[in-house]
T-cell receptor, first 113, second 109 residues
């Protein structure tokens, strides 16, 4: 059963520390999405990649967030420096551009103290 | 006005009741998703619709493209159906998803 995997599942860190979240899309999928879910904002799109190229990262705070796809099997989302307001669940999803289905990972629950 | 609106925001019902959750949207879409999120955060994709109706077990999803409206129905509801149900539309032009705020459903035994 192919699944999107995310690591770590939980992360607690102190304000100012760097946080790196990883996502392994389903093999063969060439679109990757990063979403953030908070109680206040609901679910918001942070970044969108197609064939490893960022197509839209307008939802991402550029001063502290960065998203990359070093290769087709790995997507990363980094926060440096982290702030308490970054506490949220971060979801990665992958899919194929010619279909509408996105497959979600289990999420990374981030707590910044 | 939000591009995707769901109603109701919260719904509490007794086991066995027929449940309806509604979703209206204002953008051009290529598909609409219904998603389920259980406590703990895991998201499961229930349906992807571009027209008509789909059924899976006790779940039924319908969409009316002309009216820009979709409904999710749960027949013979059960406490394990308690979750947040999210409507999300795939924007036609760029395959991005726009999410509704979700409907928190509680089914009491």
């Amino acid at each position: 059963d192919a699944r999107v995997t995310q690591t770590p599942r939980h992360k607690v860190t102190e304000m100012g520390q760097e946080v790196t979240m990883r996502c392994q899309p389903i093999l063969g999928h060439n679109t990757v999405f990063w979403y953030r879910q908070t109680m206040m904002q609901g679910l918001e799109l942070l970044a969108y990649f197609r064939n490893r190229a960022p197509l839209d990262d307008s939802g991402m705070p550029k001063d502290r967030f960065s998203a990359e796809m070093p290769d087709a099997t790995l997507a990363t989302l980094k926060i440096q420096p982290s702030e308490p307001r970054d506490s949220a669940v971060y979801f990665c999803a992958s899919g194929l551009p010619d279909t509408d289905t996105q497959y979600f990972g289990p999420g990374t629950r981030l707590t910044v103290l | 006005k939000n591009e995707v609106e769901q109603s109701p925001q919260n719904l509490t019902a007794q086991e066995g009741e027929f449940i309806t959750i509604n979703c209206s949207y204002s953008v051009g879409i290529s598909a609409l998703h219904w998603l389920q999120q259980h406590p703990g955060g895991g998201i499961v994709s229930l349906f992807m619709l571009s027209s008509g109706k789909k059924k899976h077990g006790r779940l039924i999803a319908t969409i009316n493209i002309q009216e820009k409206h979709s409904s999710l129905h749960i027949t013979a509801s059960h406490p394990r159906d308690s979750a947040v149900y999210i409507c999300a539309v795939m924007v036609y032009s760029n395959y991005q998803l726009i999410w509704g705020a979700g409907t928190k459903l509680i089914i009491k035994p």
